[in-house]
């Protein structure tokens, strides 16, 4: 069956770089794009941005465009998330999710989750 | 302030019937994109409950969505205590470069 397995959690400095990992299993990345949302204490869901299945394509939000990026190893079937100059509004549980496209583009499996927290 | 908007929280009584509701603009509900929804647990990753108006292999058929105009909606019915969850909708928004879009989530208490 389906499953993404993210990597654990992380304590980060503020300005420092994290980057996170999303090990699928019972599919190949290449065959769905993945994406990544995330979600800060007590808050909602945030969408951070996708890849698509072939790795060439990459849309981020705005709020995260020249922080973020995302790729994809199809080597070891993984996906990662590097964001950058973490700052203390970037703690919050991000989790990596496949693009259904066919699902019309719903997320239809998701990581368990990686709790990032940013503090000095 | 989240692109789609939900009810910050809704409740009611084993056995009801409660809808959750999501507004969104011409940009993206309006546009004619799916929306889809998804439970979350405390402490856990959201599940796809809904996408477009199908459910995923095991969601119970109490649960069913509906899109009209730039809005939609979750109906539950039949409540039972173990539907106490976050609700978020989610669609895609054709101005914002592509983006996927959510809701801020909707908190349902089962009194």
Known sequence: ??????SGAEVKKPGASVKVSCKASGYTVTNNGITWVRQAPGQGLEWMGWISADSVNTIYAQRFQGRVTMTTDTSTNTAYMELRTLRSDDTAVYYCARVWWNGGKCFDYWGQGTLVTVSS | QSVLTQPPSVSGAPGQRVTISCTGSSSNIGAGYDVHWYQQFPGTAPKLLIYGNNRPSGVPDRFSGSKSGTSASLAITGLQAEDEADYYCQSYDSSLSGNWVFGGGTKLTVL
């Open chain 1, 1 to 6: 069956q389906v499953q993404l397995v993210q």
